[in-house]
């Protein structure tokens, strides 16, 4: 299991949409507004690094009013 945090950057005035959107797709354990130069924090979750690219880049970055992600993956050290 891979997991991830994806911060999103959004259209001003998009930041509650947006996330409402993202926690309704598989793979995404929460969604949070947050404020910052990033407007969404996400905490994702698949089965490899590719299912984790395949999530980022056809799901999430669909979302209508995203305009930058930046996928950041949990390491155990």
Avoid: F, W
């Amino acid at each position: 299991m891979v997991e991830a945090y994806v911060l999103i950057q959004t259209e001003v005035g998009k930041a509650k949409v947006v996330a409402d959107q993202v926690r309704l797709i598989d793979g995404i354990t929460s969604a949070d507004d947050v404020t910052g130069p990033y407007d969404v924090i996400v905490r994702a979750e698949a089965g490899d690094v590719d299912h984790l690219g395949r999530l980022v880049v056809a799901s999430i970055q669909a979302i209508n009013g995203i305009t930058r992600t930046l996928t950041c993956p949990i390491v155990h050290l």
